[in-house]
């Protein structure tokens, strides 16, 4: 079939917005604080951007950003594929040397950073192989980076690029993510992937032109489930907030009528916990994912008024894949027995394809919610594959289907429960954390002779790590935290680290982390951490 045939249009998310501002052009489309743009302003900053990109970057070349939720970083969702580049949303949180290898592994010539963030994109560049040029938004550039504004001149008298594209299966994003071996994967999305995502995510979430969603999940992690294209194909108002307080989220809430929000657990936990929760004075639907969330935590927000969805999904599938869906009998349970089921991982999403639970033949378990296997996923929303890694692509999709790594069950009812995870992958807050890559931080150390990280359940942060590591002398544990916050993000140090005259390994040498997961455990139970917190 022909690109001329009239029953065949390649799909992307970049249609949406010259839809939206054709239909809703006077209709308010961003809101950040003073700031406004209705959907006609929203497709020409996307334009301005965009011709300025295609002067300095060619077809299928990466372009990295440093940012929290800002309106630049939504309009660089479109700008940058627009460009016919494929937008690397890299994690805030992340240290210099961190963001260094990302730019690196992408080859990404062009970085945006926010202001605030402007030192460590310019450390990041300078570390790198390649030259970086570094442009800056949402403040003052320093030394080095150049002003947002000056960049887009560079754009100027040239056309405005086709929303539509010639290859649907092209990258249109990069994401990374960090893996067993340290080292983060970059996770290809293709616009056809993002297209119909975004549509299935508009559904589940129930988006229309009334919608007012409330930017309380990065737009860093997995481009924000696609809610960047979703809401915008609704028509709806994308309500951005400079940090997630529950003091901004709260003012939101009740002055500005949002209507839906999305986050980890611990983005809820700390809205409907922090000081100044109060109930809700609308219905707002909130999908929850990044990790599972509790049944206490579930009933607490129904509690102040909302309805909550939790889908569960990876990096590797354009973030959410499957979604609890509600039951009408569950309206007659009591709280925590409906909130348990509504914390359950569920069942596929519309446009996504298959998931199973199977063991390891790749036979599928029993349906009796108590037999565990490993969750496959198969379907519109899974990626394309780790970029420049075949081999990670083809262990990933054994048998035709992606391996999630998680253990769950299937229950009667058909719908999939997590029960745990064949990775030693901690999430906290929604973000992986590698325990090689902190252990390798930890073994940096000159002091350091060996050491282990685990996970260990948190109440608002999901998961958090915990160190235990066999010094080879006395341990200057303030020196040593100060070590690891200048390696690896804050949020990976542990918040607690044991010292142990040696730690459990099989007659191989293989590290026994199972014994380490329990002893944590116990010890998280009635001791408070206070060394490394996030």
């Known amino acids: 079939m022909s690109q001329q045939d009239p029953n065949r249009v390649e799909n992307t998310p970049l249609v949406f917005l010259d839809r939206a501002a054709r239909a809703f052009a006077g209709r308010a489309a961003i809101q950040f604080g003073e700031r406004a743009r209705t959907y006609g302003e929203f497709a020409a900053d996307a334009q301005t951007m965009a011709r300025a990109l295609a002067t300095v970057v060619t077809p299928g070349q990466a372009v990295a950003t440093l940012s929290p939720n800002a309106p630049e970083l939504l309009t660089a969702h479109y700008s940058v594929p627009l460009a016919r580049a494929a937008l690397v949303t890299v994690n805030t949180r992340l240290a210099a040397d961190e963001v260094a290898y990302i730019l690196e592994h992408s080859q990404a010539p062009l970085l945006f950073a926010d202001s605030s963030l402007a030192a460590t994109a310019l450390q990041a ?15 003052e550039a320093p030394d080095g980076a150049e002003p947002y504004d000056t960049f887009l001149a560079g754009g100027n008298g040239t056309p405005d690029l086709p929303w539509e594209v010639s290859d649907e299966d092209a990258v249109i994003a990069i994401n990374y993510t960090s893996g067993t071996t340290g080292r983060p994967k970059g996770v290809e999305y ?17 988006f229309d032109a009334d919608t007012r969603y409330l930017w309380t999940l990065p737009m860093f992690h997995c481009n924000g489930w696609c809610t960047p294209w979703a809401v915008t194909a609704a028509g709806g108002l994308h309500l951005i907030i400079s940090a997630v307080r529950t003091d901004l989220v709260m003012s939101a809430i009740h002055d500005d009528g949002v209507t839906h929000l999305c986050g980890a657990p611990t983005v809820m936990d700390t809205i409907v916990t922090g000081a100044g929760a109060t109930p809700f004075p609308q219905r707002i639907r909130m999908i929850v994912g990044g990790a599972p969330p509790s049944p206490s935590l579930l009933a607490h927000i129904e509690e102040l008024g909302a309805t909550v969805t939790h889908a569960y999904g990876m990096t590797e599938a354009y973030g959410p894949f499957t979604i609890c869906e509600y039951q009408p009998e569950w309206d007659d349970l009591e709280p925590l027995e409906r909130a348990w089921r509504m914390s359950r991982q569920g069942v596929a999403m519309l446009q996504s394809g298959g998931v199973r639970v199977v063991d390891e033949q790749m036979r599928d378990v029993p349906d009796d919610g108590t037999t565990i296997g490993e969750i496959v996923m198969r379907g519109n929303n899974v990626m394309r594959g780790y970029h420049r890694d075949p081999e990670a692509t083809a262990k990933a999709f054994t048998g035709g289907w992606l391996h999630s790594g998680d253990l769950g069950v299937m229950h009667p009812d058909g719908y999939i429960e997590l029960k745990d995870r064949t990775k030693d992958i901690i999430i906290s807050g929604g973000e992986n954390i590698s325990s090689i890559e902190v252990e390798n931080a930890l073994l940096a150390y000159p002091d350091i002779e060996d050491a282990a990280v685990v996970g260990v359940a948190d109440r608002r942060w999901g998961e958090r790590p915990w160190a235990y590591v066999v010094a080879k002398g006395d341990l200057d544990q303030a020196a040593l ?38 002893r944590a455990a116990e010890e998280a139970s009635r001791t408070a951490p206070g060394i490394g917190a996030a």
């Open 190 to 206: 293709t616009h056809r992937g993002a297209y119909l995502n975004s549509l299935g995510v508009l559904h589940h979430a129930g």
């Open 481 to 518: 935290i100060e070590h690891l916050r200048r390696h690896i993000a804050g949020y990976k140090v542990p918040d607690a680290i044991q010292v142990l005259e040696s730690l459990p390994r099989t007659s191989t040498g293989k590290l026994l982390k199972r014994d380490l997961r329990l």
């Open 125 to 139: 560049a300078a570390a790198c192989d390649h030259e970086v040029r570094v442009v800056v938004w949402g403040g």
